[in-house]
């Protein structure tokens, strides 16, 4: 897979002495492939949970409440694994830590196919979690670390485009697997252990030249107190307050509207085979949503496409909730794709470009699992809500309401880091 050619990078900007231009712009397109996959099948895994969800509904006789539990706690271990594996990747690595995280989730994935009952999937589904937490910022910062700036942003939102293709596996599966009784939901969750070769593959093959370079023995000797504090010392604070309300509005957003999209299109009067085909070309949209930051990212700057396509995020969700026909359904769900996944792509070029090398891994680890405490409000809110009577359009608004808050947060309190060095 090659995505640049005959293009003149430095050495400096890819941290090895022997890597020649060839061979640095090979080492790019190998990194962005091996972190990409692994972020695919984080993606697949998310994609699945919003459609077993719904098959769940009907084979458990599950109630909404309980249907927001579940998304809720995978949430919870992504906020205690993008804690942990955030600061573990200060202390012993990037590589380490994605190795270890993707084949937490996978495995758990797998497993899950086995659970007997509510209380057996919510146990699988934690540890999935952790995995999944663990890894996306990792992923990130480990790509971010190891490409030139003058493309670091492109190549950041291109790695996030991998999860638009996962998702799109997840529909596949879920449009044309999921309905077969010999296969059903469970079928579909053993496909998801696939990861676990992937990530026996990876410990072996990931590029030689990845050094972990930030590895000092003074790094490796601080504390977790103070990488912590470091995160809101003065230097850093208004940056660190702006990406933690962007996390949290952002993901509390998204998984508060994915998770519980083919359940709202069921709510709205469609069979589960024609919402899953409805979901399944929503999901298509992702990927020119990504695309099109990718082209943006380096000629608008991060913080400005970031608000654009929170913009856009805002008003297709609010539109989404409150139209009924078929075919509004449809393009407010694919502009809600395009303008939100576009958005992601944009917040993970973003985020780790605010902190220095010693404490990187920590603050896109704290600001990602600020997020999945918004992770585990969004799924619960929707359940709760429409236990109660709640309307769909009153519930997509509050979501629309968080993202104008984080559109806030960003234009006060964010700075450009367009191109900026690492340091």
Request: aromatic share 14%; with cysteine.
């Amino acid at each position: 897979m090659i995505f640049f050619k005959n293009k003149s990078f430095s050495k400096s900007a890819f941290h090895s002495d022997s890597t020649s231009s060839s061979t640095s712009v090979y080492t790019v397109n190998k990194l962005l492939f091996v972190a990409g996959v692994g972020w695919l099948f984080d993606a697949m895994d998310v994609g699945l949970l919003a459609f077993i969800l719904a098959a769940l509904k009907q084979d458990w006789g599950l109630s909404a409440a309980q249907l927001g539990i579940i998304g809720s706690v995978n949430s919870i271990g992504m906020a205690l694994g993008a804690f942990i594996f955030g600061i573990y990747a200060d202390k012993k690595g990037r590589k380490s830590a994605f190795f270890i995280t993707l084949l937490m989730f996978s495995v758990a994935s797998g497993l899950s196919a086995f659970a007997w009952g509510l209380g057996s999937l919510l146990i699988l589904r934690f540890f999935i979690g952790m995995g999944l937490g663990g890894e996306l910022p990792v992923a990130s910062t480990l790509v971010s670390e190891n490409v030139p700036p003058e493309i670091r942003g492109r190549i950041v939102v291109l790695l996030e485009s991998f999860w638009a293709v996962g998702w799109i596996v997840a529909a596949l599966i879920a449009f044309f697997l999921i309905p077969l009784p010999v296969i059903g939901w469970r079928g579909a969750m053993i496909l998801s252990a696939l990861p676990a070769f992937y990530a026996l593959y990876l410990r072996f093959n990931l590029p030689t030249s990845l050094n972990d370079r930030h590895l000092t023995v003074d790094t490796q000797k601080e504390s977790i107190c103070y990488k912590i504090q470091s995160v809101w010392s003065a230097t850093f604070r208004q940056r660190t307050l702006m990406l933690w309300i962007v996390w949290f509005c952002v993901v509390f957003s998204y998984y508060g509207m994915f998770l519980w999209l083919p359940s709202v299109m069921m709510m709205k009067g469609f069979d589960m085979v024609k919402s899953f085909g409805y979901i399944l070309i929503m999901t298509l949209a992702q990927l020119p949503g990504y695309f099109s930051v990718a082209w943006l990212i380096e000629r608008l700057g991060r913080k400005w496409v970031l608000v654009i396509y929170l913009l856009g995020t805002l008003i297709s969700g609010y539109l989404f909730g409150i139209v009924q026909s078929a075919n509004q359904l449809l393009l407010s769900g694919m502009l809600l794709s395009f303008f939100n996944l576009g958005a992601w792509g944009a917040m993970y070029a973003y985020t780790p470009e605010q902190y220095t090398a010693h404490i990187r891994g920590t603050g896109v680890g704290m600001a990602a699992a600020v997020g999945r405490i918004g992770g585990i409000l969004g799924p619960l809110m929707v359940g709760l809500f429409v236990s109660l009577g709640f309307s769909v359009g009153l519930i997509f608004s509050l979501f629309s309401f968080a993202i104008l808050l984080a559109i806030i947060a960003i234009i006060l309190l964010g700075r450009e880091t367009k191109q900026s060095l690492l340091q």
